[in-house]
Nanobody
Framework: QVQLVESGGALVQPGGSLRLSCAAS????????VGWFRQAPGKGREEVAC????????YYTEAAKGRFSVSKDDAQRTVYLQMNSLKPEDTALYYC???????????????WGEGTQVTVSS
């Protein structure tokens, strides 16, 4: 079955860290740009970070810069999102998106995951 599966979400205290994983099943990520998005209750979908298929170039939104890091392990067919110094406003459903191509961020998703919940609260 061709799909993306996220994991690693949890309840964490402010200032804590989490590492999210986005695992590809049924295909490899070698030729796919992968992006992490999030959606908080009552809010729209927000892009967080992306990584390209070609040279590993990355992109971060202002909210993620300096705190989040995206990386890719092609052998494991997995993209990671390391999140540090988490804040309550980071609380959201986080999901990954993949698009075949040479860009850094997906613009037209080929595959979506169902998401993993991150809750930042004391």
């Amino acid at each position: 079955q061709v799909q993306l599966v996220e994991s690693g979400g949890a309840l964490v205290q402010p200032g804590g860290s989490l590492r999210l994983s986005c695992a590809a099943s049924g295909f490899t990520l070698d030729y796919y740009a992968v992006g992490w998005f999030r959606q908080a209750p009552g809010k729209g979908r927000e892009e967080v970070a992306c990584i390209s298929s070609s040279d590993g170039s990355t992109y971060y939104t202002e909210a993620a810069k300096g705190r989040f890091s995206v990386s890719k392990d092609d052998a494991q067919r997995t993209v990671y999102l390391q999140m540090n110094s988490l804040k309550p406003e980071d609380t959201a459903l986080y999901y990954c998106v993949a698009e075949r191509g040479l860009g850094i961020c997906p613009s037209e998703a080929d595959y979506w995951g169902e998401g993993t919940q991150v809750t930042v609260s004391s």
